[in-house]
């Protein structure tokens, strides 16, 4: 999960937190109803951009979204058959923009500061007795841990490769399935060692 953020800070660590994830919910809301394949290369081509700009580090991040391209295969191939091609390119091109500059919000954001955005939001959850912390820690744990289970998969499938020379698909499912246990494991580890997860205040 650390090894996912660029520890060499950019010009996008500088932004606010609830900035960057603003700005990706809206961006999100706003192409999600779009069927222009010229939107959709535009929106890739930014993607590209941004991660051009984050450095050399980040541009290597972008081979962690390899898991992701069977699932896009699939999905244009379904599109295909069904006789619109456009349409499939347009939800490739959708899915992938907007998963990369996702990424890009976790490599440039402190969990902390995804806490400190997201609390606020949840502070009515407070009334009914749960605490708006630790709803605001595993909203930004699942943010945080998207990538990392990605390159999870992609580790796994290189070593895979390393010793028979196929990639592992289906027969990677039990390994991943396990190293996602431990990971989870080491996690609820760390935060029992520093207290748990908040709890609300009781009267």
């Known amino acids: 999960m650390i090894s996912l953020y660029l520890a060499q800070r950019t010009w996008a660590h500088r932004l606010p937190a609830w900035l960057k994830l603003g700005a990706l919910a809206i961006l999100s809301l706003l192409v999600t109803p779009l069927d222009s394949l ?65 990424n890009a919000v976790t490599m440039t954001t402190r969990m902390d500061e995804m806490m400190d955005a997201i609390e606020p939001l949840l502070r009515p959850l407070a009334l009914f007795g749960v605490a708006p912390r630790a709803v605001a820690l595993m909203v930004a744990m699942m943010i945080r841990f998207v990538p990392l289970i990605f390159a999870l998969w992609e580790a796994l499938n290189e070593a895979y490769r390393a010793r028979t020379g196929r990639r592992g698909g289906w027969r990677l499912l039990a390994p991943f399935c396990i190293q996602t246990l431990r990971l989870s494991n080491h996690v609820a580890e760390a935060l029992a060692a520093r207290g748990g997860a908040p709890r609300a205040n009781r009267r």
């Open 38 to 102: 010229p939107v959709m290369m535009a929106l890739l081509l930014a993607a590209l951009v941004l991660y051009a700009a984050l450095g050399r580090e980040a541009v290597r991040q972008i081979a962690l979204l390899r898991p992701l391209l069977p699932l896009l295969v699939i999905l244009f191939a379904f599109h295909l058959w069904s006789g619109d091609a456009r349409l499939g390119a347009v939800s490739v091109l959708r899915i992938l923009g907007i998963v990369m500059i996702a």
